[in-house]
Structure formats: structure tokens, C-alpha cells
């Protein structure tokens, strides 16, 4: 009779034969290069087991649900997101965004689970959480104002480049083609500003591309958005003249 498969086996080649168990960190790395090769779409615990050759009880014997396996991925993908906190509260800011868009970038499809999806929530980071509510309170934010004041970083964090890294849709080609019919479609007496900038727009700005950042960095793009965050908070400290 063959060996029955215990939770944490793999499927072994023939009858009596398994392989060494499986190990969490095992499952999160095939996980996230399933993610990355595949794409979102071809990620589920089905397919993941038939990656490692295992059945799909396996994985859950090391995580709960497929909710807490992509919190383990993101965990991973954001391991080193933190800047040193002996940087100025400014420049801490400029780099967490910065560590931040390149950790996506080296892994852009799972941009949305972490834009879109509250189970990242899952992957609490109390280094970073700590992080921003120690530079903002040492920027001058308190109390309501600097619970108010995270908010805005984590939302600014994951904002631009959730959209910059936005999932790809299936027909690429015909939004292409679609788009690139815009130039003649516009009528410059109502949108004088678009019909001269849409032949340099098209393909790399927001609404108006078809490829992500993965191909299509928006690095200009991004420094302006840092900076006019940065400074934003800097005008939200500034003294009210009114109140003066």
C-alpha cells in the first residue's frame, strides 16, 4: 500500500516515495516568483501546489488562507523598505518613497495587491509604522494632525506607484491601438494643451498609456510627486498668518 501524504509532504514520483517537507519560506519564494512569471492572475493554491508538487493542503498547513500567504509575500517584498532613521524627517520621507517604488519594481504584479487590497493590512511592519509616526512627530505633527499626517504618507507611499505599476489588461494590443487614435479625435479649440502634448503624452502619461512602469518608468514624474508631498507637509506645519 502506498505511504499516505502527510500535511506538510510533497507529492512523492512514485507509490511509497515522498519528498522533505515543505518550509513557509519555501512556499512565499514560489509563491512570489509564481506571481512574478505569471502574473496575478495565475495565482491561486491550486496552482501554486502544483508548482512545489504538493497537494494544496500542504500550504495550508504553514499559512491559514491564501489572505495571509499574500500578507507573507508582501511582508517579503517590503523587507527592506525602511530608511535609516537618522535621516532628516524631509529626507527620510523622500527615501521611504523612493525604497518603497523600487521594491515594487523589482516585483511590479504585486502592486495591486497592496494598492487595492486591505489583506496587505495583514503585513504589519511595526518598523515602519513606528518609523513614519517618529518622523512626522518630529517634524512638529501631534496628535489628531499626525495620525492624519501617516495617513497621507502611506496613502502617498502606495498611490503613484500602484498606478504607475497598474496590472495590465489581457487585450494590451487594442488599448494601444485605441489611444494612439486619441491626436486625431481631439479638437485643439476645446482642449488646445492636450492636442499639443497628446503626441508626447501617449504611452507615458497616467489615462493616456498602455504600458506600466515596468516598461515605462515614470521617474520625472515620480520626483515631482515626492517633492510636492514633501513640501505640502511643510506648508501643513507653516504657521496660519491669520492666526498670528
Not at 491564501?66 to 511582508?75: C, D, M, P
Not at 498611490?159 to 479625435?185: H, I, S, W, Y
Amino acid at each position: 500500500m502506498a505511504k499516505k501524504t502527510t500535511s506538510g509532504q510533497r507529492r512523492g514520483k512514485g507509490a511509497g516515495q515522498s519528498t522533505p517537507e515543505l518550509s513557509k519560506a519555501q512556499i512565499v519564494d514560489s509563491a512570489l516568483r509564481l506571481i512574478d512569471e505569471k502574473g496575478l492572475q495565475s495565482f491561486s493554491v491550486r496552482n501554486l501546489a502544483k508548482t512545489l508538487e504538493c497537494y494544496p493542503t500542504a500550504i495550508y498547513w504553514y499559512t491559514p488562507s491564501r489572505y495571509f500567504l499574500i500578507a507573507e509575500i508582501i511582508t517579503v517584498v517590503l523587507a527592506d523598505v525602511v530608511p535609516d532613521l537618522s535621516l532628516g524627517w524631509q529626507d527620510w520621507l523622500r527615501a521611504l518613497f523612493r525604497r518603497y517604488r523600487e521594491a515594487i519594481s523589482k516585483h511590479p504584479n504585486v502592486a495591486p495587491l497592496i494598492g487595492v487590497n486591505l489583506v496587505s493590512n495583514a503585513a504589519v511592519d511595526l518598523d515602519l509604522i513606528e518609523g513614519a509616526l517618529a518622523k512626522l512627530h518630529e517634524a512638529g505633527f501631534r496628535d489628531e494632525a499626525l495620525i492624519n499626517a501617516y495617513n497621507a504618507v502611506i496613502g502617498g507611499m502606495v498611490g503613484f506607484t500602484t498606478q504607475e505599476f497598474a496590472m495590465l489588461p489581457p487585450d494590451v494590443e487594442e488599448l494601444e491601438a485605441n489611444l494612439k487614435d486619441v491626436p486625431q479625435r481631439i479638437d485643439s479649440s476645446q482642449h488646445p494643451h492636450l492636442a499639443q502634448l497628446a503626441p508626447r503624452m501617449l504611452g507615458s502619461a497616467f489615462i493616456l498609456r498602455w504600458q506600466n512602469g515596468a516598461a515605462q518608468p515614470m521617474d520625472g514624474a515620480f520626483a515631482t510627486y515626492v517633492e510636492a508631498f514633501v513640501t505640502g507637509l511643510e506648508a501643513a506645519l507653516a504657521p496660519n498668518p491669520s492666526q498670528v
